[in-house]
């Protein structure tokens, strides 16, 4: 491949020396998708790509000539996005595969919406950049919100979380699920049936689980809930405690990120992933606070959508090397198994 034929899909060249890197990998480490010459044909081909903090910068500041100069560090990284940190201040997310694009394309439409009604601070992408040509590969950007992820911090107030995530819950789940279809969520009405059959062979495949497996086997297959059947609502759907920002001087939340799973659905998959956090004795007390309608079930639900969810996070901790991740899912089937 020649230097010249791999090009960024905003309109710049690459460097020598990231061309000669694609042409190795057979991927760019600029952005998701890729112009592939062949002859006089151009072919969007996409891959989960490599996007240095380097080629990260060179993407921004080329589509945002204001950010020039500015320190540009990857911060994070999960199954869909890259997130790079903009001088301690901006936040940029990366689709990292096409499913991804249309994800952030539905989180941007969603959430400038959704930052009005709901109680507690959330993203608000200031910047939402998307090639020529109609490509459909966008990344976006907003300003950093205070705090830690609630995984990591040492001080939580459990009381005023807990307050404060019923309150929050309460607003997340009111809300007009007709603007939510119009920005792009998708609905997931039967989530038990469908976390249940995944967790089934995603347990199937897990070795050296540190735990008694044939436990939680049968629990999987024997205590199943009933599927709900309420009024759907829009719901998070990964309300992990790394999602919950922690703001140190109070110790309560001070924003909810990554909105990029969001559909409407049973709302016990955000109490599951409370569940999953502090065990029943925080969802019980979330639920004190919550004012949304609630079934008789909505407890032993969100307890078994709580195992499905870290089997999932197990499996996905191995496979990307996020010992968070497991560490996560091993404390949230310790609730679980422990009721």
Known sequence: MKVDECNHLIGISLEPDIAVDCAKRSICSYIPAVKYMFGKESVLIYREEIL???????????????????????????????VFEVDGTWLFRFPKREASVAKLNTEYKLL?????????????YEYFCESPEN?????????????????????????GIARQLGVFLTRLHTY?????????????????????????????????LNMNTGLLRRYLENDAPVSFEGAASLVHNDLWAEHILVDSPSNGVSGIIDWGDTVIGDPAIDFACLYAWYGESLLENVLVHYSGKLD????????????????????????????????????????????
């Open 52 to 82: 240095t903090a380097k080629s990260a910068e060179a993407v921004i500041t080329t589509a945002i000539p204001e950010f020039r100069g500015a320190r540009v560090e990857l911060l994070d990284e999960g199954w869909d996005f890259r």
């Open 112 to 124: 400038s919406g959704l930052g009005e009604w709901v109680s507690l601070p959330i993203p608000n």
């Open 135 to 159: 490509s459909g590969q966008p990344f976006a950007g907003y300003r950093k919100l205070p705090g830690i992820g609630g995984d990591i911090s040492k001080m939580v107030d459990r009381q």
């Open 176 to 208: 007009p699920v007709d603007k939510a279809r119009e920005a792009g969520v998708q609905e997931e009405r039967d989530l038990v049936v469908h976390l249940r059959d995944r967790s089934r062979e995603q347990l199937r495949k897990l070795d050296g």
């Open 296 to 339: 008789a079930e909505v407890i032993s639900r969100s307890r078994y959508l709580a195992a499905c969810l870290a089997i999932h996070n197990i499996t996905l901790g191995r496979d990307m090397d996020r010992i968070q991740w497991v560490e996560a899912g091993y404390a949230a089937l310790q609730f679980v198994l422990a009721t």
